[in-house]
């Protein structure tokens, strides 16, 4: 647990580094940003309550009276609200994003 009554975590985003980039760790060396590499990041999550008070005197401060239930839904083919899928791993190839 972390201050305020939130929970701490340790969050791994794993990278599997590209062949031929790998560099070997250097004993006693501070980390170094090599691309490929996985990043372990501590988060500190607020309890329910702080964050809906947090979101609450956000909503306030942009002149919002009610934060939305709920975002993202749209109509299907049936006509009908619910979620959608979409894939967009063509849209992250490396060579795409460099294009942009």
Do not use: F, H
Not at 5 to 30: I, S, W
Not at 59 to 83: D, I, T
């Amino acid at each position: 647990e972390g201050g305020g009554g939130g929970k701490r975590l340790r969050v791994l985003c794993y990278r599997e580094p590209p062949a031929g980039l790998v560099a070997p760790p250097t004993p006693g060396a501070p980390p170094v940003a090599v691309p490929g590499r996985s990043l372990l990041l501590d988060v500190i999550m607020p309890s329910a309550a702080a964050a809906t008070d947090g979101m609450a005197a956000a909503g306030e401060a942009a002149g919002e009276a009610e934060v939305p239930k709920a975002l993202g839904w749209e109509r299907n083919q049936a006509g009908r609200l619910g979620a959608r899928l979409m894939d967009l791993s063509t849209q992250m190839r490396p060579e795409a994003l460099a294009e942009e």
